[in-house]
C-alpha cells in the first residue's frame, strides 16, 4: 500500500511524519480549549448542521458568523483574536468553503481581503488534494481537522496593531482512508485596529518546533524559543 503525504496547508511544504498511533489518540481528545486564564472563558455553539468548531477563546464578546468577534483594544484581546482567527481557518470550517471563505471577510482587514482569500483556496486545495476529505466529509465521511495551540509570545503591540505567534498543532485524519496525521507550526499573525476591532492584517507559518516522538533523549545546544519565550495557554497546565 503506497504512503500518503499529508502536510499543513498553511505552512511550506515538508513531510509530515507519523506519530505512534495511543499519542495520537491523546492527542486527538485535547481540542481547541480555552487561552490563559487571564481572559477566563467563552463559548460558542457552531450553528446548526455546521461542522462542531473547537471551543472559542474568551476575549470575544459575540460571533459573526462562525467567527468570534468584539475583541479589548488590549493586548489580551489582540492575543485572543490572534488565537481565535487561527483556529477559525485551520479548523473544520475548510470543510465547508463557502463557509470558510465567509470566515475570511469577516476576520480580514479590508486591504487583506485578497490576499487572505487566495490563501484561502489554496488551504482548501490542499485539505481536499489527495484524500478527497471535503467531497467525503459532504458525502457523511467523518473528517476530523483540528487546530491546538499551545504557547504564545507577543512579538509587537501598539494601541492600533499587534504581532501574535502562536506555536500549535495541526492535525487530519478521514475514517476509513486516511490515519490522524498531525503536523506542529508556529504561526506569525499581524492585526490591526480597524472598524472598532482586531481584524487580520497579514500571517505566516513556518514549521515546527516538533517534538521528537519515540526516540532517545539527544543532546541540543539550546532550546527553541517556543519553548522557553512563549506564554502558555491555561489548558496546558489542566
Not at 485551520?90 to 470543510?95: D, E, N, S
Not at 488534494?129 to 495551540?149: L, M
Not at 486516511?178 to 481584524?199: F, H, I, N, Y
Request: aromatic share 6%; hydrophobic share 40%; net charge positive.
Amino acid at each position: 500500500m503506497s504512503r500518503i503525504r499529508v502536510h499543513d496547508p498553511w505552512a511550506p511544504d515538508h513531510q509530515s511524519r507519523r506519530p505512534p498511533r495511543l499519542l495520537l489518540m491523546i492527542v486527538l481528545t485535547l481540542g481547541l480549549v480555552g487561552a490563559s486564564a487571564l481572559f477566563g472563558r467563552l463559548s460558542a455553539p457552531a450553528p446548526s448542521g455546521s461542522p462542531r468548531l473547537p471551543a472559542q477563546l474568551a476575549g470575544a464578546t459575540r460571533m459573526n458568523g462562525d467567527v468570534p468577534v468584539g475583541y479589548a483594544q488590549t493586548r489580551g484581546g489582540a492575543v485572543a483574536a490572534a488565537t481565535n482567527f487561527s483556529a477559525v481557518l485551520a479548523g473544520p470550517l475548510v470543510l465547508e468553503p463557502d463557509r470558510y471563505r465567509a470566515a475570511e471577510r469577516v476576520i480580514a482587514t479590508p486591504s487583506a481581503q485578497a490576499r487572505v482569500a487566495a490563501e484561502g483556496e489554496q488551504a482548501i486545495t490542499a485539505v481536499d488534494g489527495g484524500t478527497q476529505a471535503i467531497a467525503e466529509a459532504r458525502r457523511g465521511v467523518r473528517v476530523a481537522v483540528r487546530y491546538t495551540p499551545i504557547a504564545y509570545r507577543v512579538t509587537a503591540y501598539d494601541i492600533g496593531r499587534a504581532t501574535v505567534s502562536i506555536w500549535g498543532l495541526w492535525m487530519v485524519g478521514e475514517q476509513g482512508w486516511l490515519a490522524p496525521t498531525q503536523t506542529w507550526s508556529t504561526r506569525t499573525v499581524v492585526l490591526e485596529w480597524t472598524g472598532g476591532d482586531w481584524k487580520l492584517a497579514r500571517s505566516s507559518t513556518s514549521p515546527g518546533p516538533a517534538p521528537q516522538l519515540g526516540q532517545e533523549a539527544a543532546r541540543t545546544a539550546e532550546l527553541p524559543p517556543q519553548l522557553t519565550d512563549f506564554e502558555e495557554y491555561a489548558h496546558v497546565n489542566r
